[in-house]
């Protein structure tokens, strides 16, 4: 993401190193590490705009190692009620979520700024905010689909 303008107040961007809590949650209570991993863990809807969802681990291994699905926004639906033990993963994650935290920071960005983000390793979103009128907060994006 390239900031353009950044807003009159608010938008700090948040990122959480949610597979360095995984790892520390695996070490420290490997059953609920084991329900993030559920193939039914996380429901992921509307992703892209695309109006599809998926159903899946929140954290899984592949060709590009450990990853995460990780996300706590409008876009994630966790299912607890399918899943044992996915509730107090959930909290334990969510607990990690804090500005005292190892796997969590906060900033704004500033016009210039550029942050890139591995989204198959960092979960990343933002604070909501209030535009200046007259100038509202830009921001580009872009979206690789292959390994750069």
Not at 48 to 53: A, P, T, Y
Request: charged share 25%.
């Amino acid at each position: 993401m390239l900031c353009q303008s950044q807003s009159k107040t608010g938008g700090e961007s948040r990122v959480f190193n949610s597979i360095g809590a995984f790892s520390q949650l695996v070490r420290e209570r490997p059953e609920l590490a084991n329900a993030l991993c559920s193939n039914k863990a996380l429901t992921r809807i509307d992703i892209d705009r695309s109006g599809e969802s998926k159903t899946g681990p929140a954290f899984d291994i592949n060709q590009f190692g450990l990853v995460t699905r990780f996300s706590l926004d409008n876009t994630s639906k966790w299912n607890v009620d399918e899943v044992e033990n996915l509730q107090e993963a959930l909290n334990w994650m969510k607990g990690k979520l804090t500005t005292d935290s190892d796997f969590y920071s906060e900033f704004k960005l500033s016009s210039g700024d550029l942050l890139v983000v591995a989204n198959h390793k960092i979960s990343h979103g933002r604070n909501g905010y209030e535009d200046t009128k007259g100038n509202p907060r830009q921001l580009y994006r872009a979206l690789f689909k292959q390994t750069l």
